[in-house]
């Protein structure tokens, strides 16, 4: 598995870029190619983090080449091309901590989260530096300043600025209000005013972690809870949504034990259709 820290230039991903990038990489072009800062109309270090956060949010794949996914929401028939559906951007921000690529995002949403709610950049970038030590990084090599960016650009993506310029509000995920600033130097993970998630997005992100398993692991939920910044209640409140939906899926929390249980025939993709479509 390969573990990627920094390449985003320093830019959080503005809400235009995702479509941009799509449309360009759907030209075959490169974007190492001299001409992609003219069709993008951004600097060249713009150019390399758009290529960053497409990847990172799984619209291109290892090879560049254009997902399902990028299709299915950025295409000319996309569901949501100019991502104006909050559930769109909560669909992209499960994609993005679920992917591995951009590495910090999984680390701090779930592994960091489960230490604790409230938090300074001191704190982020100690347990980045623990984790590197207990080898989790494998031979990825620990950089100071490298850290340092990432965790900037990790807040400048969630936490709402304190200026008032256009470009500190582009930031693609703001609306989605998951992390907050509590004081200066101190933010959490927010649990009380963040955006509401559709059961239909959420089930797609279970569908997607269980792949063909009927039966979903408790830890499983456990950790999207952590990425959707859910309670406990909510947890169950969203389970009794779907079982609503869905009747062939339900959650058993009795005899002590906790069963996510999936009987319908149905994927993660048929779940998106009928978010979209509905």
Same mark, same amino acid.
């Given at each position: 598995?390969?573990?990627?820290?920094?390449?985003?230039?320093?830019?959080?991903?503005?809400?235009?870029?995702?479509?941009?990038?799509?449309?360009?990489?759907?030209?075959?072009?490169?974007?190492?190619?001299?001409?992609?800062?003219?069709?993008?109309?951004?600097?060249?270090?713009?150019?390399?983090?758009?290529?960053?956060?497409?990847?990172?949010?799984?619209?291109?794949?290892?090879?560049?080449?254009?997902?399902?996914?990028?299709?299915?929401?950025?295409?000319?028939?996309?569901?949501?091309?100019?991502?104006?559906?909050?559930?769109?951007?909560?669909?992209?921000?499960?994609?993005?901590?679920?992917?591995?690529?951009?590495?910090?995002?999984?680390? @701090?949403?779930?592994? *960091?989260? $489960?230490?604790?709610?409230? =938090?300074?950049?001191?704190?982020?970038? +100690?347990?980045?530096?623990? !984790?590197?030590?207990?080898?989790?990084?494998?031979?990825?090599?620990?950089?100071?300043?490298?850290?340092?960016?990432?965790?900037?650009?990790?807040?400048?993506?969630?936490?709402?600025?304190?200026?008032?310029?256009?470009?500190?509000?582009?930031?693609?995920?703001?609306?989605?209000?998951?992390?907050?600033?509590?004081?200066?130097?101190?933010?959490?993970?927010?649990?009380?005013?963040?955006?509401?998630?559709?059961?239909?997005?959420?089930?797609?992100?279970?569908?997607?972690?269980?792949?063909?398993?009927?039966?979903?692991?408790?830890?499983?939920?456990?950790?999207?809870?952590?990425?959707?910044?859910?309670?406990?209640?909510? @947890?169950?409140?969203? *389970?009794? $949504?779907?079982?609503?939906? =869905?009747?062939?899926?339900?959650?058993? +929390?009795?005899?002590?034990? !906790?069963?996510?249980?999936?009987?319908?025939?149905?994927?993660?993709?048929?779940?998106?259709?009928?978010?979209?479509?509905?």
């Amino acid at each position: 598995m390969k573990y990627t820290f920094s390449g985003h230039e320093t830019f959080q991903c503005k809400s235009l870029w995702l479509k941009k990038g799509y449309d360009y990489a759907l030209s075959n072009k490169s974007f190492n190619d001299a001409e992609a800062v003219v069709a993008l109309g951004v600097g060249k270090n713009m150019v390399a983090s758009i290529k960053f956060w497409l990847r990172a949010f799984d619209i291109i794949d290892e090879e560049g080449n254009i997902t399902w996914l990028g299709h299915y929401i950025l295409g000319d028939n996309g569901k949501d091309q100019f991502l104006e559906d909050t559930n769109t951007l909560w669909l992209l921000h499960f994609h993005l901590v679920s992917n591995y690529y951009a590495t910090i995002y999984r680390q @701090l949403f779930i592994n *960091f989260h $489960k230490e604790r709610k409230d =938090f300074s950049k001191v704190n982020l970038f +100690n347990f980045i530096k623990r !984790q590197f030590a207990d080898h989790s990084f494998g031979s990825t090599i620990f950089n100071e300043n490298t850290i340092n960016k990432d965790i900037a650009t990790f807040l400048k993506m969630y936490v709402t600025p304190d200026n008032c310029t256009f470009d500190d509000y582009a930031a693609l995920l703001l609306n989605l209000n998951l992390v907050t600033r509590v004081e200066r130097e101190l933010y959490e993970f927010n649990y009380t005013t963040k955006a509401d998630i559709d059961p239909l997005i959420f089930l797609y992100a279970i569908k997607t972690l269980a792949g063909n398993d009927k039966v979903v692991e408790y830890e499983k939920l456990l950790e999207l809870s952590l990425v959707f910044c859910m309670s406990q209640n909510e @947890l169950y409140e969203i *389970f009794n $949504k779907i079982n609503q939906l =869905f009747p062939t899926i339900s959650f058993d +929390n009795s005899a002590g034990e !906790q069963l996510f249980t999936i009987r319908e025939n149905i994927t993660a993709r048929d779940i998106l259709h009928k978010y979209y479509n509905k």
